[in-house]
């Protein structure tokens, strides 16, 4: 009862529209679709088919880190699997209040940490049984460090997603593109690694690969263990493009870009 009082389509749909601009377009209990779905929203369903065969049936009792979580999606596929706890972590705002809206849509209990992945993986000692990886490594400024720290976090699987600089029938040496300014108006990238880099960056952080069901998705475990070294006191850059906003911390979507996101939306015919 109390599910559908806070779920009927209207409610639903107000509460969609007032969130603003959704990059993951998904379908929420009520019917109701997040946004239009106009590049660059995608929808993560297509992305979680290709992992999905590598993940159990039957989470309980299992953690799950989501890290660069966005709207939620990915959370709530591992919670509807069972898992028992799943935190996950997304610097901006707006996302954050998107991905608290669908775990309360989907009546359940997402740990959401408004953070920086940088800070987060730097400041705790948690390890989780399943990471996700997904749609992150290259926006960021330190993407070996994080995912060296990720690395030691994952008890069990990690699931890693980044777009890679070239085909894989054009194959290059292993490297990674520098990115001093936007890459496709998006001014929070830097590092765009060659279809080649992806799995020995991975096996230098002590996984073993297991699968890749797409040219940009890994499943890798740990296969050793390099542990970690805790100091009491860390001091972190501030980071970001020249004149942008920067990180780490909470961070919200410059106003322009958000209105536009929303304008190609409205402007959306079909
Ligand atoms: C391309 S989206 C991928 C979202 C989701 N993981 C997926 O696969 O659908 C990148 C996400 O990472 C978040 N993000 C960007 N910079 C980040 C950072 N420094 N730390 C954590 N998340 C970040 C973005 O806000 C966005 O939600």
Not at 78 to 91: D, F, I, S, T
Not at 165 to 173: F, G, L
Request: proline share 8%; with cysteine.
């Amino acid at each position: 009862m109390f599910r559908k009082k806070f779920l009927r389509p209207s409610n639903s749909e107000h509460r969609v529209h007032e969130l603003g601009w959704w990059y993951q377009y998904f379908q929420l209990p009520s019917g109701v679709w997040t946004g239009r779905g106009t590049p660059p929203s995608y929808r993560p369903e297509e992305r979680w088919r290709l992992i999905e065969p590598f993940i159990p049936a039957d989470l309980s009792n299992q953690t799950v880190l989501d890290v660069g979580g966005n709207a939620g999606y990915f959370s709530v596929q591992m919670k509807k699997r069972g898992a028992k706890r799943c935190v996950l972590v997304e610097p901006y705002v707006e996302f954050a209040r998107q991905a608290s809206f669908v775990a309360e849509s989907f009546n359940m209990n997402l740990e959401i940490v408004n953070e920086d992945v940088h800070t987060y993986c730097l400041t705790t000692e948690e390890r989780f049984d399943y990471v996700l990886f997904l749609g992150l490594f290259y926006h960021l400024k330190y993407p070996g460090l994080v995912l060296d720290r990720l690395s030691e976090m994952t008890r069990k699987y990690m699931f890693f997603q980044c777009i890679v600089s070239d085909a894989p029938e054009n194959e290059t040496p292993p490297n990674l593109t520098f990115l001093e300014g936007p890459y496709k108006d998006d001014p929070t990238n830097w590092w765009i690694p060659s279809y080649s880099a992806l799995e020995p960056m991975l096996r230098s952080s002590g996984m073993k690969i297991t699968a890749r069901p797409h040219p940009e998705i890994l499943v890798a475990e740990p296969e050793e263990y390099f542990g970690k070294v805790v100091h009491k006191k860390l001091v972190f850059p501030r980071y970001g493009k020249r004149g942008g906003a920067k990180f780490p911390g909470t961070q919200t979507v410059a106003p322009s870009l958000w209105q536009e996101l929303l304008r190609k939306d409205a402007e959306r015919k079909d």
